[in-house]
Nanobody, 121 residues
Framework: QVQVVESGGGLVQAGGSLRLSCAAS????????MAWYRQAPGKQRELVAC???????NYAPSVKGRFTISRDNAKNTMYLQMNSLKPEDTAVYYC???????????????WGQGTQVTVSS
């Protein structure tokens, strides 16, 4: 069994910052790549950023330069530092464990409950 739990969401004004955390079971960080997804009202769930076991990262064009994904394997925790937040970043953010190879991320069925991020104008 693999479990992931998101935290750190909340309300913030446009231009502000927020840091999300994802706590996972030990096995998640030993054998899986990790990623952050988000789902805004009326939109499909989209990949925001992903990180490999070795630390390689990739970002959606809409967040590149503003968000930073990182992981601390010793603490079994993944983070998403979000800066210069915009109202369009408003969504429920989900943590996921999966496979990342050759620039492609494939999610496995390991999802957290999600954490709400709301950015006001």
């Amino acid at each position: 069994q693999v479990q992931v739990v998101e935290s750190g969401g909340g309300l913030v004004q446009a231009g502000g910052s927020l840091r999300l955390s994802c706590a996972a079971s030990g096995s998640t960080f030993s054998i899986h790549a990790m990623a952050w997804y988000r789902q805004a009202p009326g939109k499909q769930r989209e990949l925001v950023a992903c990180i490999s076991l070795g630390g390689s990262t990739n970002y959606a064009p809409s967040v590149k330069g503003r968000f930073t994904i990182s992981r601390d394997n010793a603490k079994n925790t993944m983070y998403l530092q979000m800066n210069s937040l915009k109202p369009e970043d408003t969504a429920v953010y989900y943590c996921n464990a999966g496979i990342y190879a050759y620039g492609r991320y494939t999610p496995l069925d390991y999802w957290g409950q999600g954490t709400q991020v709301t950015v006001s104008s």
